[in-house]
C-alpha cells in the first residue's frame, strides 16, 4: 500500500527547508525523550538498592511509564486530529513537567519505601500520558508544516530526537545522579526541561487539523494491526537493554552500563540520518526485513558477550538494526488510512512500540531472575527473528496481490 502523496495543495519544498521546518518541531520530542532517558541508568538502581525492591518491581517501575502511553495513545490521535497538533504537544510536555515534580518528592521519602515507590510509579504514569501527547502530536505538527509527502522523513527526524535524546540523557542522569546523591536532581531537571519546551512551542506557529473523512480508532487499529505487531515484536531489543542493561552489567562486574544506552542511541541516530531515503528507495517491508535481521544478530551478540567491548558491539548493531524499523514499518501503516485519520493511525501503530515495553519489564524480570539476566537479550533476539518473518509475509502478500509496498 503506498504512502499517501502530496495533493496539489501541499507546496514544493527544498530539502533543507523541509528538515529546518521538521526539526523546529520534533525539538519537543527530543526535550520529551530527555525527561525519559535521563532516570534510565538510575531508576532499577534506586527501586532494588535504595528502596530494596527485586528485579521485578525494578523493571515494573521503568515499564509503568509504557503501559500509561499504551493507554493514552487513543486519545492523544484523537486529541492531534482534532484539537490540533501544537495543543497535544503543549499538553504533553506539561505532563512531563509534572513527573518530574512527583520524582523530585519520590526521592525524598526513601525512608517510607512503600510510600515513595508509589510515588514513583506514579510519575511514571504521568510521564506516559505525555510520551504519547508529545510523540504523536510533534509527528502530526511535522507533517502538516512540510506536507504527506514527507511523512517518512517527519517519522525519521521524530525518531532521531527520540534516541539522540536517550543518548545525552542516560549518561547525563546517571552523572548527575552521581555528583549530586541521588534522583531528586533528575526531577529538578526534568521540570526546567519540560517548562523551557512549553515556552518554545507556545512561539511554534500550530497548523490546522486535517478536516475530512475519519474512520473509528477500531478501524483504524485493524488496518495497522499486521505491521504494529512487527512493531512490537522489534522493539523488545530495545526494552531488553533500557530496562535491564544496568543490571547485566552489574551481574558481570563491569562498569558503565549507561554507555551501552548512548552506543545504542548513537548508532541509531546514524543510522537514521545516513539512510534517511532507504524507505523511499527499496520500499518500507525491504528495509523492515533488513532491519530485523541486524537488531537480531545484535541481541545475539549481546547475550553471548564476554567482555564489556563485545557488549557494546552488541548494543550498537541492535540500535543499528532497530533505527528504521519505526518508520518503515509507519509510513505503511499512514497510507492505509485518509489523511484526516492520520494521528489515529501514527497512535494506534505506536500503541505496539508501548505494549511492547509495557510487557518487556515484568517478561524479562522474570526470565532473568529463572535464567540470568543475559537471557532477557535471547528471547527479545527470538522476538526480532519473528518480526522479520512476519515482515516477509506481509511483502510477499503484497506482491501477491499486486500491490506495491510503500516507496
Not at 241 to 269: C, D, K
Request: charged share 10%; net charge positive.
Amino acid at each position: 500500500m503506498s504512502a499517501e502523496s502530496a495533493s496539489a495543495s501541499e507546496p514544493a519544498l527544498s530539502d533543507r527547508t523541509a528538515t529546518a521546518r521538521i526539526v523546529s518541531v520534533v525539538c519537543f520530542t527530543f526535550i520529551c525523550y530527555l525527561t525519559i532517558g535521563i532516570p534510565l541508568p538510575v531508576l532499577p538502581g534506586f527501586v532494588n538498592g535504595d528502596l530494596g525492591f527485586g528485579s521485578v518491581l525494578a523493571g515494573v517501575a521503568v515499564s509503568v511509564q509504557y503501559a500509561a502511553t499504551l493507554a493514552s495513545r487513543p486519545h492523544a490521535g484523537r486529541s492531534a486530529d482534532a484539537r490540533g497538533a501544537r495543543r497535544t504537544v503543549l499538553t504533553g510536555l506539561a505532563a512531563c513537567g509534572a513527573s518530574g515534580a512527583l520524582l523530585l518528592i519520590a526521592s525524598m521519602l526513601t525512608e517510607w519505601r512503600i510510600a515513595s515507590l508509589g510515588v514513583l510509579l506514579l510519575s511514571r504514569l504521568v510521564l506516559g500520558f505525555g510520551e504519547s501527547f508529545v510523540g504523536t502530536g510533534a509527528i502530526l505538527w511535522g507533517i502538516g508544516r512540510v506536507g504527506a509527502h514527507h511523512s517518512a522523513r517527519v517519522i525519521s527526524w521524530n525518531g532521531v530526537a527520540t534516541y539522540g535524546a536517550i543518548a545525552v540523557g542516560a549518561p547525563a542522569g546517571a552523572a548527575l545522579a552521581h555528583a549530586l546523591g541521588g534522583p531528586w536532581a533528575l526531577g529538578a531537571v526534568t521540570v526546567v526541561l519540560a517548562a523551557l519546551g512549553y515556552a518554545f512551542a507556545r512561539r511554534v506557529a500550530p497548523v490546522p487539523p486535517v478536516h475530512g473523512e475519519r474512520m473509528s480508532y477500531a478501524s483504524v487499529f485493524m488496518r495497522v494491526l499486521p505491521h504494529g505487531l512487527g512493531l512490537a515484536l522489534g522493539t523488545a531489543g530495545f526494552g531488553a537493554i533500557a530496562t535491564f542493561i544496568a543490571l547485566y552489567y552489574a551481574a558481570r562486574g563491569w562498569q558503565h552500563p549507561a554507555l551501552a544506552l548512548s552506543v545504542f542511541g548513537m548508532l541509531f541516530v546514524g543510522a537514521r540520518l545516513a539512510f534517511a531515503n532507504a524507505i523511499k528507495t527499496y520500499g518500507g517491508l525491504r528495509i523492515a526485513i533488513a532491519s530485523f535481521s541486524l537488531e537480531c544478530a545484535g541481541l545475539i551478540l549481546l547475550w553471548l558477550a564476554g567482555t564489556p567491548h563485545a557488549a557494546l558491539a552488541g548494543a550498537a548493531l541492535t540500535g543499528f538494526g532497530f533505527a528504521l524499523v519505526f518508520p518503515a514499518l509507519g509510513v505503511e501503516a499512514v497510507g492505509l488510512v485518509p489523511p484526516a485519520s492520520r494521528g489515529a493511525a501514527l497512535s494506534a501503530y505506536s500503541v505496539f512500540f508501548d505494549l511492547s515495553l509495557g510487557i518487556m519489564g515484568p517478561l524479562a524480570g522474570y526470565v532473568a531472575g529463572v535464567f540470568g539476566y543475559g537471557s532477557v537479550f535471547l528471547m527479545a533476539a527470538l522476538a526480532a527473528a519473528a518480526a522479520a518473518v512476519l515482515s516477509a509475509s506481509l511483502y510477499v502478500r503484497y506482491v501477491r496481490n499486486g500491490a506495491a509496498p510503500a516507496f
